[in-house]
């Protein structure tokens, strides 16, 4: 285990790109082990650090309740960090899995990176239930009872690619994980299946989850204003239950992704 919090409050949420630069090259070697396990959804971003150090091509797949591909500043967040890893050459493809916010649909869409979406390089999976019949013939949406339908035809095309897999615990429901976020509607048994699907077809050279519950410090105003404007307002449980909810949540996600069961 290392002991990052002193970072903590400079990277959540949002950094400027000279303390992301600073932050690498003070941990790089942290960042390159195959499979990490760090704090809140706020620090999703250093997923995309972690990219650089792997040899290419990969596909990233990616289980989150937000697509993570917002155009606007900053630079360096936790809802733009896909466009990071985009620009990977690395990295041939992104492919999100349950996204469950708005920012899949239309108008808040536009401020997403769709050029990236029509030509291939990424792919959004956003949930459809909720929506008119139209929405479910967006690009990517899936329903509860053909997700899965979905996901295997990943495998047509990824083929023995290598796959990095990120977890963002908000994918979860909210019985399954407590977060800073909103809760998505994957369970667990979802993604012990998932990533057992992708381990059949494909070759998992790395991995990080994210997304357990800490509170919030910052250390910038602005830092702070847009985030605490960005998160929901969420009724949270005790800490102690909280600890057990994401406990009990990766110990069964952990040793799947890191393929140690």
Known sequence: MIDARSWGPRLRFSAPPRLVTEFYRENEAILASPFLLYGSGD????????????AGPIVLVSFDNHPDWD????KWGCGGWVNRA?????????SVWGCGNFECWWPHQIFGNRRAERAGALDVHPWADDHPAKDRERRGAILRDNWREHFE??????????????????????????TNWEAGRFTIADLEWAVGKLRESSQIIGGDICGAYSPPNYARFKQ?????????KTQLPAADQIRSIN???????????????
């Open 43 to 54: 620090f999703h971003f250093l997923t995309a650090l972690r990219l650089r150090r792997i």
């Open 71 to 74: 155009l606007r500043p900053p």
């Open 153 to 178: 035809q990943l495998f047509e095309t990824v083929g023995r690619k290598n796959v990095y897999v990120t977890i963002d615990l908000d994918c979860l429901n909210a019985s399954e994980a407590v």
């Open 224 to 232: 702070r204003f847009a985030a605490e404007f960005d998160h929901p």
């Open 247 to 261: 406990f009990a949540a990766l110990e069964r996600l952990w040793p799947l992704l890191t393929g140690t069961l």
């Open 86 to 94: 985009l620009e990977l050459p690395n990295v041939s493809r992104v």
